[in-house]
């Protein structure tokens, strides 16, 4: 409760207090600007303490060059959640020319990957602000930095999983914050570009198109995506007359297609598994570019071209990978980590549905692939840490959380929880639990509830076991498994 300084108090007490006031404030606002964060185990300086945002507003000028620097300005709505001498935002790869608050011209410095503004005047608690930031963000990742911006044959797309979307514009990059987004893009002519949500309008301006691209559900920094590139978009219908566009380079078009006519029935798929579709639109973007990975970004999930056309990939083996960041628009997508630790819900669940529907459409069992991974599991948790408790990344490796004991060795949590409880009392807790943190967050201790209730008892020492534990506990229902120690491993 705060101190009240009534009639009663004497006059000069009130000047004591008044003055100590006035001295811790300037205190607080003579302190170096520092790099702040939310306290994630694995990324400590990642997200920004004081405030929830509701809306970014991101603009790019793209200049026709991927290898030089956008113009850009994002506006950012939030409500604070303490009063803040300070505003700290996650930036770290651009130019700031000038900031904003509420209207105001503020000063700013940077720390770390922090940029540090300061108001005219301090923003109360419970306040609702808007920051406005005009920068630049350039294509051209840092030294030992990868992700951000991915520059293709053609164009660009962004790939800012886990730690990287500060990388491209200023903001509270960590999944627990998740906010609407509008993004508008001007290119030149010949290029097109498209970004997470709907479109919201197109407007052309001499030889510049801009076009503008809104969301309709919550969404993590991490997950934002806009392509461009000489491509074509492609409409189709999915089930419930959803709306599935898919952003190709133009070139590609007719060989591509094969494999986006897929996509419908996939989505048909996972809802037959975990019930509907939890965005306003989907699609696949397929880009010219050598990532060493796809990715989910929301409602535009981002994939190498090489995966479509290496004739080395088996057919099952590639629509098994569409259905896996098919599968985390439930899961990681719409149901997002709380922390980074709780990685292992998004990949695991997409393991797992991509093994599925391996099973299912390609006769690959799903045991064999359950029984390799144990056989393996035990060295992926030394290596990785266990599931639920990964070992933190090595400085500047933002794909260095995204080990085996998160994708299989995650998906085998699962398996093993599936022949704990039973197949009917799991797929009522899959469905149960996209849709009881559906465009929310959600953690492990989450899951493990859910799980208890709906086994109808208590599974804390299964979970504590299997995603805590240094060795992996003997499987349900499998007792002849083994699994390789690291010491017997080294020695083949």
């Keep these: 409760m705060p101190l009240s300084l009534g009639s009663r108090v004497p006059r000069r007490l009130k000047a004591t207090l008044l003055a100590s006031a006035v001295s811790v404030c300037l205190v607080a606002a003579s302190a170096p600007p520092a790099p702040l964060g939310v306290g994630d185990r ?86 609702w602000t808007r920051i406005t930031v005009r920068h630049t963000s350039d ?119 094969p494999w986006l006519a897929r996509t419908p029935d996939q989505i048909a798929w996972m809802e037959s598994k975990v019930g509907p579709y939890p965005f306003e639109t989907y699609g696949v973007l397929v880009a010219a570019a050598a990532t060493g990975f796809q990715l989910e970004t929301q409602t535009l999930s981002l994939f190498e071209k090489k995966l479509f056309t290496d004739a080395a990939h088996p057919k099952w083996y590639v629509e098994s990978v569409m259905v896996h960041e098919l599968s985390h628009q439930w899961f990681g997508d719409s149901v997002s980590p709380r922390t980074w630790s709780d990685l292992w819900l998004n990949e695991g669940h997409a393991t797992w549905y991509e093994a599925l529907y391996a099973e299912e459409k390609a006769n690959r069992p799903m045991e064999a692939r359950m029984k390799a991974a144990y056989g393996a599991s035990d060295r992926w948790r030394e290596a990785g840490g ?60 989450d899951f493990q509830r859910l799980a208890s209730d709906i086994a109808g008892r208590d599974l804390s020492g299964f979970f504590k076991a299997w995603l805590y534990g240094e060795k992996t506990p003997p499987m349900p229902g499998h007792p002849d498994w083994r699994s390789a120690s690291p010491s017997k491993a080294a020695r083949k």
């Excluded at 959640?81 to 020319?97: I, M, Q």
């Excluded at 260095?400 to 022949?419: E, H, K, P, T, W």
């Design 42 to 127: 694995l990324f400590p300086y990642l997200g920004n303490p004081g405030y929830d945002v509701s809306s970014y507003d991101l603009s790019f000028t793209y200049p026709g060059d991927n290898s030089k620097p956008l113009r850009a300005v994002t506006t950012i709505d939030a409500w604070t959640t303490k009063r803040l001498d300070r505003v700290n935002l996650d930036f770290a790869h651009g130019r700031v020319d000038s900031v904003e608050v509420d209207g105001r011209k503020a000063a700013f410095t940077t720390a770390g990957e922090d940029l540090v503004i300061t108001p005219k005047n301090p923003l109360p608690r419970s306040s």
């Design 386 to 445: 266990p599931p639920a408790l990964p070992k933190p990344p090595k400085p500047g490796q933002k794909i260095g959380i995204f080990r085996a004991n998160v994708y299989d060795g995650a998906a085998l949590v699962l398996y093993a929880l599936r022949q704990e409880i039973g197949k009917p009392a799991f797929e009522r807790l899959e469905r149960t639990w996209v849709r009881s943190h559906r465009d929310g967050d959600a953690t492990t201790a």
């Design 139 to 257: 294509p051209v990742a840092g030294k030992n930095r990868d992700g951000g911006w991915v520059r293709t044959a053609d164009g660009l797309a962004m790939a800012n999983q886990a730690d990287a979307a500060h990388l491209v514009f200023p903001c509270n990059d960590h999944p627990s914050d998740k906010a609407m987004f509008t993004i508008h893009v001007t290119a030149p002519k010949g290029y097109t570009a498209v970004a997470n949500g709907l479109p919201a309008g197109v407007a052309r301006n001499g030889g510049t198109t801009t076009w503008t691209y809104r969301t309709q559900h919550p969404m993590a920094t991490e997950l934002t995506q806009v392509s461009i590139g000489r491509s074509t978009v492609l409409h189709r219908t999915g089930p419930h007359g959803l709306p599935v566009r898919d952003v190709v380079p133009t070139k590609d078009r007719e060989a591509l297609e």
